[in-house]
C-alpha cells in the first residue's frame, strides 16, 4: 500500500536554528498537508499546498514557516528560527481526491525537540 | 477554538462489547466528519466518514451515527477487539477547495483481553 515518509523521524535541535522537516507524499497525489501535535494536545492544521502554491494556512503558520515542493516528490516543512514552543509532532499528508471520502495518508511524523 | 469536541479522554471496554466514541461541534457549517485512529509512533489512519446530508454510515465493525440537530456524532465499534485499543480523533471539514480538516483532541481506547 502507498506510503507517505517523513524523515527524520526525529530530530533534535537549538533554539534559533532552522530545521527542514521531509516529507515524500504519495506520487500521484496532488493535495499537501503539513500537521503538527504538540504533546498531551490535539491535532493542528499548519498549512494546506496545491498547484505548486499555499491553499491555505492556520494562524501558527507565521514567517517562520515555509513549505516547498522543489523537485516534484519531496514536500518539504521548513522552520527558519525554531522557539521552544514549536517542539511537536509534525505530519506530512497528502490526498488525491477529497478528503471527505477517503480522508488524508498521513505519514508517521517527524519528533520535533528544540532545547 | 474548540470546534469539534471529545468530552471523553479515555474508554475502557471488554473484548467483545461495543465501543462508543462520542464528539460534539459547534461550527454548523462543517460538511463531512471524519474518524481517525492512532497508534503511538505513527500518524493517524483514516477510518470512517459521514457527510452531513446523512445520518449513519457502516464499514465492517465501523459505524458513524450523526445527529446534526444536536451537533453531535458517535463512533460504534462492535465488536470491539484489543487491536482497536489507540487513540480516535473525531475529525469535520467544510468543503472548501483545500479540505482543511479539523481534529478533535481524541480519545485513548483500551480494549481489554
Known amino acids: 500500500e502507498p506510503e507517505v515518509t517523513q524523515t527524520p523521524s526525529h530530530q533534535v535541535t537549538q533554539m534559533g536554528q532552522e530545521v527542514i522537516l521531509r516529507c515524500v507524499p504519495i506520487s500521484n497525489h496532488l493535495y499537501f498537508y503539513w500537521y503538527r501535535q504538540i504533546l498531551g494536545q490535539k491535532v493542528e492544521f499548519l498549512v494546506s499546498f496545491y498547484n505548486n502554491e499555499i491553499s491555505e494556512k492556520s494562524e501558527i503558520f507565521d514567517d517562520q514557516f515555509s513549505v516547498e515542493r522543489p523537485d516534484g516528490s519531496n514536500f518539504t516543512l521548513k522552520i527558519r528560527s525554531t522557539k521552544l514552543e514549536d517542539s511537536a509532532m509534525y505530519f506530512c499528508?497528502?490526498?488525491?481526491?477529497?478528503?471527505?471520502?477517503?480522508?488524508?495518508?498521513f505519514g508517521s511524523g517527524t519528533r520535533l525537540t528544540v532545547v | 477554538d474548540q470546534q469539534v469536541k471529545q468530552n471523553s479522554p479515555s474508554l475502557s471496554v471488554q473484548e467483545g462489547r461495543i465501543s462508543i466514541l462520542n464528539c460534539d461541534y459547534t461550527n454548523s457549517m462543517f460538511d463531512y466528519f471524519l474518524w481517525y485512529k492512532k497508534y503511538p509512533a505513527e500518524g493517524p489512519t483514516f477510518l470512517i466518514s459521514i457527510s452531513s446530508i446523512k445520518d449513519k454510515n457502516e464499514d465492517g465493525r465501523f459505524t458513524v451515527f450523526l445527529n446534526k440537530s444536536a451537533k453531535h456524532l458517535s463512533l460504534h465499534i462492535v465488536p470491539s477487539q484489543p487491536g482497536d485499543s489507540a487513540v480516535y480523533f473525531c475529525?469535520?471539514?467544510?468543503?472548501?477547495?483545500?479540505?482543511?480538516?479539523?481534529f478533535g483532541p481524541g480519545t485513548s481506547l483500551s480494549v481489554i483481553p
Open positions: 475529525a469535520a471539514l467544510v468543503k472548501t477547495s483545500y479540505d482543511k480538516v479539523i
Open positions: 499528508a497528502s490526498t488525491g481526491g477529497v478528503p471527505a471520502n477517503y480522508g488524508y495518508t
